[in-house]
């Protein structure tokens, strides 16, 4: 029987899921008093505080749901909601099966949902909510006498059982008992302490694993990093904890491990970084954070006030505000950072600060210039030239400021010489080029960037976003700054002068300018809303000033009129009908084409770089700036921007009409234009043991591993070069034995090869490179039991040699040990994640495993780091080995989609495969497997033959087209052309047993 639940407007249940603030829907409950068509939906969207998508769901989607008696999965819902796209939920379903932990407990793991949005989910709408609430209903902790804790003292970590009665187990713990993970909703706080449980095993460590944890958690305050490291600790301790004891050992192991010398210890990267963010702050100066938080070390707590250096504190994470005061984050944090530290980096400090004291003679001009420094920069924010001007002011005043009176004096010197008639004041240049930049901008509509500013006015930081050229361009004047994915305004004396009232005043007089745009075209008459109709327009063009004027136009020459609430609607539909369908025939065609002209016939770069790049893009979203020529081409042709040191593509226009179809089929086009003079390097002949396939895998008795050895091979090389000169080896004699062994290995002469290398190691036992390229050389052989005990050898002697563990991945493999392989990969990418190799080298072990999905996961990696590749390297050799590598990696995702029995996505992955290199063997044949999988078996037959015609197959491949091509034939009822086949694969290889299994069944 289905649960009736009251329908709740859209603003309350945004909150209740913690998808939105208070003060977000009050500020869009009253813009929507300003505009009643609007939907609260849309202003929030177009806030940039909600994705659309996830608006339209909890207004359209939700009521219905509710009422529905039938429940699909979690993530179901969370991508229906835009909060978890198709990669994501991909990655938990694939880390679920390794760890067993539930889907929502991963996904706050991660960090990509709230805690509270997903016990939101799982009361409302999954099957999930209930086991939740019944383990806590049943988990208890039970003392000698069996008498029970309340959960939610056990859960503050404060409680303990004595004579029947709970006491606080600490009085001078104040300071804990203030943690903000206290004040959770247990509920909501116990999936995830259980999932901490078993994710760090805790539970085979302790008899009270739960308590063990809230004495962790008791030191670190739940901040994330060192939660994971002391459960980490724990986790690889070799001692058990009983009762009882859960208090002493943790503090024991927080001081010997993390506090006791902390620069050497296992978080000293964390706490190095927080250290640095202090002493070496560029939005605060340092004098003035170290001073705020030597107040709250004193005091326990200070009440907060929205001042930059209060903000930069908390941004640093080592304070956290609750109910309006500041407090230490942790106990580890204020044990580190303790009061000795602060006074002895204060004294270290003050010798900078004292250069400035003297410059500006503050000595002589304040009993304590050193808190009046401090005033100083508490109203300029340590912005250089406002800092200079008012120091400088009161160098030149008359007047003695006396210990206490330094607040008052600096404030009435900012407000009389600074901001009342500002424009008449020592810093007027300084404030009116920020003024001009904001209201005559050359790159914002002026009113979007008074707009944001208003917003972070009123709410006193707004998160960033981006693709927002405004936020950025805001950062530029240097209005604002940004801390912690935060823009907030850069100092007070900005927020002074350009205050609410101003902001309000320029708007008004600026409308005029938006209005001229609405009347020259008319826009007036042509919707209810006008300035939303063009604010809609701006969204699909970005701004580019001839896409605007056109489509504006479009709008002016139309005869419908647009009513409020669907200006989104009529637009789309307007660019979409006469913009980007058919094109080169629309009112922008002449503007488009000569962007694909540009891209395609470019004469300052080559066309295939220009298109990778953007193809690139398109894939990812974006991509960092690193100021390559390819990089500036395409910013000059407009097709993309530069927001916040990355690339983006210009606007959705163009977006749309230089898809990812029409970057493939150009690719397609130049390369097949140009491959003739295209060398791709051959590769290593190493006949390793066939990777197992979808299609007949026994069959198989062509390679294609030999580009995976080949990168690896030229990486060890100079590698082991490299060591040489930094005085490893022990003679002359080992550096040519090493230079030797890797010459015979690439003439194919591996006995000669680890006789050379044997013969280096009976002088340098531990040169774990020599290891790794004998297992190699073993490879050639096919000795992949003794290539696994040498690699494994290397991995011995240096655990962190990453090509070592790669080889010995490559090892299990051939041996079929694939679980094993896979974890040896892993390592691999754990020392080094940005290598490729070792992606595709996992991918085919998960494909032996048809563990597709995760192998889809694994593959597109190796894709992603490719694309990036390719656009870094420099020399002919490397881009043409990344382009071989990458059709290996599509090729490889033709496996995958095909074992996922998904022929069409199979087939256009090995197409793509095809574009990076037409002539690689396996792309071919996988495409005529995947035709002949979708019974395009003429398509399939012609493949087969076209690879006949390939003048470089060896003989192996050659009796491997001719089988599956007579398989076509045979599939296809061509019994006569299928047995002619076969008999020419058997020709070429008179022992390929599949081919005479085939004939048998043909005549059948």
């Not at 008359?398 to 607040?407: Q, V």
């Not at 096919?782 to 990453?802: D, F, G, H, R």
Request: glycine letters at 4%.
């Amino acid at each position: 029987m289905s649960m009736s639940f009251p329908i709740k407007p859209l603003g309350q249940v945004l909150q209740q899921a913690d998808l939105i603030s208070t003060t977000q829907i009050e500020i869009a409950l009253q813009e929507q008093t300003q505009a009643e068509n609007i939907r609260i939906g849309q202003i929030l969207a177009l806030r940039g505080w909600l994705k659309q998508e996830t608006a339209d769901f909890f207004a359209e989607q939700w009521p219905t749901l509710l009422s529905q008696e039938s429940k699909q999965p979690l993530g179901h819902y969370l991508k229906e909601a835009g909060l978890l796209n198709e990669h994501q939920i991909k990655t938990i379903l694939y880390e679920q099966r390794e760890m067993g932990l539930r889907f929502g407990e991963l996904a706050v793991l991660k960090g990509w949902i709230k805690p509270t949005t997903i016990s939101f989910f799982l009361q409302y709408l999954t099957s999930e909510g209930q086991p939740y609430q019944s383990s806590l209903e049943q988990e208890e902790v039970i003392d000698g006498n069996s008498s029970q804790i309340p959960a939610e003292s056990l859960n503050s970590e404060l409680a303990v059982q004595q004579e029947s009665n709970i006491k606080e187990s600490n009085p001078n713990h104040k300071f804990v008992s203030s943690l903000s993970w206290i004040h959770q909703d247990i509920t909501h706080l116990r999936p995830f302490i259980r999932s901490t449980i078993k994710l760090f095993k805790l539970d085979r460590k302790a008899n009270c694993p739960e308590i063990v944890l809230q004495k962790v958690l008791s030191w670190t305050g739940a901040q994330p990093f060192l939660t994971q490291k002391l459960c980490q600790l724990i986790c690889d301790g070799e001692t058990f904890i009983p009762a009882g004891e859960e208090a002493a050992r943790v503090e024991q192991l927080v001081q010997t491990r993390l506090i006791e010398n902390w620069e050497t210890q296992v978080a000293a990267e964390h706490l190095l970084a927080i250290r640095k963010g202090i002493v070496e702050n560029q939005h605060c100066d340092p004098m003035l954070l170290l001073r705020l938080y030597q107040q709250v070390l004193l005091e326990t707590e200070v009440p907060t006030h929205h001042n930059p250096v209060q903000t930069e504190l908390l941004d640093l994470g080592l304070v956290v505000k609750q109910e309006k005061k500041l407090r230490v984050a942790n106990r580890i944090y204020q044990s580190v950072f303790n009061l000795g530290w602060v006074e002895q980096e204060l004294e270290r400090l003050r010798p900078f600060l004292n250069n400035i004291i003297k410059l500006f003679k503050l000595d002589q001009k304040a009993s304590r210039p050193d808190i009046l420094l401090e005033q100083v920069l508490s109203w300029t924010g340590g912005q250089p030239f406002l800092t200079q001007k008012l120091c400088q002011l009161v160098c030149d005043s008359e007047t003695f400021i006396p210990a206490g009176e330094e607040t008052t004096k600096v404030e009435q010197l900012v407000q009389t010489r600074l901001i009342e008639n500002w424009e008449h004041q020592a810093a007027a240049e300084h404030l009116r080029a920020i003024q001009q930049g904001l209201i005559k901008n050359q790159y914002c509509d002026s009113i979007w960037l008074l707009r944001l500013y208003q917003q972070i006015l009123q709410q006193g930081e707004v998160s960033i976003h981006d693709n927002s050229p405004v936020q950025t361009e805001l950062l530029n004047l240097g209005l604002v700054v940004q801390q912690e994915k935060k823009l907030r305004v850069a100092n007070r004396i900005y927020q002074s002068v350009f205050n609410p009232g101003w902001v309000e005043q320029e708007l008004v007089r600026l409308q005029p300018f938006i209005q001229n745009t609405i009347k020259l075209f008319k826009l007036d008459e042509k919707a209810c809303f006008p300035e939303t109709l063009l604010q809609e327009v701006l969204s699909w063009t970005g701004g580019q000033p001839f896409l605007t004027q056109k489509l504006c136009q479009l709008i002016c020459d139309s005869e419908t009129f647009i009513p409020a609430g669907e200006e989104a609607v009529r637009v789309e539909q307007l660019v979409r009908t006469r913009l980007l369908e058919n094109w080169e025939n629309q009112a922008a065609a002449e503007h488009l084409q000569a962007i694909r002209q540009a891209l395609v016939e470019n004469r300052h770069c080559k066309p295939m770089w220009l298109l990778s790049l953007y193809q690139q893009i398109l894939q990812q979203g974006e991509v960092s700036i690193q100021d390559s020529p390819i990089q500036t081409e395409l910013f000059n042709l407009g097709l993309v921007v530069k927001q916040e040191n990355k690339l983006r593509i210009s606007n959705r226009i163009y977006q749309s009409v230089f898809n990812l179809d029409w970057v493939e089929q150009e690719l397609a086009k130049w390369l097949q234009a140009s491959s003739s003079t295209i060398t791709i390097p051959k590769s290593v002949s190493i006949k390793a043991t066939p990777t197992i396939t979808l299609f007949e895998a026994n069959n198989l008795i062509s390679n294609h591993r030999g580009v995976i050895f080949k990168s690896i091979w030229i990486l060890l090389a100079i590698a082991g070069l490299s060591i040489v000169s930094l005085n490893i080896f022990r003679n002359q004699q080992v550096k040519n034995l090493f230079q030797q062994g890797n010459e015979l290995f690439h003439q194919g002469e591996y006995k000669k090869a680890i006789a050379k290398f044997d013969q280096l190691l009976n002088i340098d036992s531990n040169y774990y490179q020599a290891w790794t390229n004998r297992g190699y050389a073993l490879a050639g052989l096919q000795e992949y039991n003794k290539m696994l005990e040498s690699c494994s050898t290397a991995t011995i002697i240096e655990p962190k040699a990453v090509y070592a563990w790669n080889c010995q991945g490559e090892a299990l493999h051939n041996l079929k040990q694939y679980y094993e392989a896979i974890s040896a990969f892993d390592k691999a990418i754990a020392l080094d994640s940005q290598d490729p190799v070792f992606w595709i080298n996992k991918t085919e072990s998960l494909i032996a495993l048809k563990q597709s999905d995760t192998a889809l996961i694994t593959i597109d990696e190796a894709i992603n780091l490719l694309l990036q590749k390719i656009h870094k390297a420099e020399k002919v050799d490397e881009q043409q080995q990344t382009i071989r590598e990458l059709s290996v990696s599509f090729s490889h995702k033709g496996k995958v989609l095909a074992q996922k029995q998904q022929y069409k996505e199979a087939l256009a992955a090995y197409d793509q495969g095809l574009i990076y290199d037409p002539g690689y063997f396996t792309a071919q044949r996988g495409r005529g497997l995947a035709l002949q999988n979708l019974q395009q078996y003429k398509a399939a037959i012609a493949q087969f033959q076209q690879m006949l015609k390939e003048h470089r197959l060896t003989d192996a491949q050659k009796a491997e087209t001719w089988y599956y091509m007579g398989l076509t034939f045979c599939k296809s009822s061509q019994i006569q052309e299928g047995f002619a086949a076969l008999e020419a694969a058997l020709k070429l290889k008179p022992d390929y047993q599949a081919a005479e299994e085939a004939k048998t069944n043909c005549s059948r």
